[in-house]
């Protein structure tokens, strides 16, 4: 008798395992087919969907950055005007550096001009002068007087004379130390011997504390011209001979007197000279 071997045992599929079998590889090879699909056509649905949120984005994006990029104006714009300001500070500072540097050089081209004025004067080798520096103006309406700082330490004496680049301005009326008074031909207390016009007219200056002196004491015939030069005469040995003092103006004090109009501009007098006593002659000014 033949004996029956046992093998593995086949279930048998039931109708609804065999269809979801189907499904499942139906749904398999969708995928696959799908995946496939996608992979080539994913950079341009990628290209899509990027353009897609940009567009949705974009509006966002706007608003935002205006204020962003306005306020980096602004700080753009105050970063300008704090380096504009400071280039203007620096500015004004040179500048205002350039007009004492201006203000400097037209006060030294003065005092060189009016040195030079000063230099004109050539008393000669035997006459030593004394120059100083007029450091006040004491005139008022009852005096004509001014200060030096020149005295007795440099050899300022009492009633040495005074000059200047245009002539005689007073004579020394106290002296101290370092400094002086100084007597103007204006000042009433002022008496100078002096010549005048061409026929050399002996007359005495005389000051009325105004701003032109007028002479006194005129012969009778004398006969001068508006224009006439006016020269110390020596006379009394207080001021040296020759000196240029005015003109004759065209006015006539009240009294008789001739109005003289100064060499001497007494708004730009700044440094004179004082002319040692004890000389025997003296030289007029050298003309210009």
């Known amino acids: 008798m033949q004996e029956h071997r046992a093998g593995p045992e086949v279930k048998a599929e039931t109708p609804v395992q065999a269809t979801l079998r189907r499904a499942m590889f139906a749904l398999l090879v969708t995928i696959a087919l799908g995946a496939l699909v996608i992979g080539k056509a994913e950079v341009y649905v990628f290209d899509w969907v990027k353009g897609a ?23 753009s714009n105050l970063g300008r005007v704090a380096a504009l300001t400071e280039e203007n500070s620096r500015l004004r500072a040179e500048n205002a550096r350039l007009r004492q540097w201006q203000a400097l050089a037209r006060r030294l081209d003065g005092q060189n001009r009016e040195l030079r004025r000063l230099l004109r004067f050539d008393p000669g080798e035997e ?35 005074v000059i200047s680049g245009e002539g005689l301005v007073g004579r020394v009326m106290s002296a101290g130390v370092r400094s002086a008074r100084v007597l103007l031909i204006t000042d009433r207390r002022s008496h100078v011997p002096v010549l005048a016009g061409p026929n050399r007219v002996h007359a005495i200056l005389v ?21 006439d030069v006016v020269v110390t005469s020596g006379r009394g040995g207080v001021f040296p ?33 004082v002319v040692d006593r004890g000389m025997a002659d003296f030289t007029s000014l050298v003309e210009e």
């Open 53 to 75: 949120v940009g567009d949705l984005l974009a509006p966002v994006l706007h608003a935002v950055t205006v204020p962003v990029r306005a306020a980096r104006d602004v700080g």
């Open 127 to 161: 006459v030593r002068t004394i120059a100083a520096r007029v450091i006040a103006d004491t005139g008022g309406p009852y005096a004509r007087s001014l200060l030096m700082d020149a005295g007795g330490r440099q050899g300022v004496r009492p009633d040495q004379a």
């Open 207 to 227: 000051g009325d504390n105004g701003i032109r002196p007028h002479l006194r004491f005129l012969p009778r015939n004398a006969a001068l011209a508006p224009g």
């Open 241 to 273: 001979p020759g000196l240029p003092v005015g003109d004759v103006g065209t006015a006539v004090k009240s009294g008789g007197g001739v109005e003289i109009v100064p060499h001497v501009d007494w708004t730009r007098l700044e440094f004179v000279r």
